[in-house]
């Protein structure tokens, strides 16, 4: 059975910072391209950051330099740290693998 639980969401404010995390189980994690994802109330869910099986990173353009996405194919976990966070990074966060999706994490920045 295949489980992508992400953590690390919560409260905080403009300019501050948080660390997303996503422990996949049940699927060969070293192999697959990795994602974070973002839905905010109102909006569809949008592409935040992946990264593929050997590295290689994107970024939505809203979140070029302040976003880091990274992996630990030791863990089985994909990592999204989040600074000079804005209010308009408020959204659920969802990791993503293969076809399979997270439950999400909510991030809430206060101006």
């Known amino acids: 059975q295949v489980q992508l639980v992400e953590s690390g969401g919560g409260l905080v404010q403009a300019g501050g910072s948080l660390r997303l995390s996503c422990a996949a189980s049940g699927i060969i994690f070293r192999i697959n391209t990795m994602g974070w994802y973002r839905q905010a109330p109102g909006k569809q869910r949008e592409l935040v950051a992946i990264?593929?099986?050997?590295?290689?990173?994107n970024y939505a353009d809203s979140v070029k330099g302040r976003f880091t996405i990274s992996r630990d194919n030791a863990k089985n976990t994909v990592y999204l740290q989040m600074n000079s966070l804005k209010p308009e990074d408020t959204a659920v966060y969802y990791c993503s693998g293969g076809i399979y999706w997270g439950q999400g994490t909510q991030v809430t920045v206060s101006s």
């Open positions: 990264i593929t099986s050997i590295g290689t990173t």
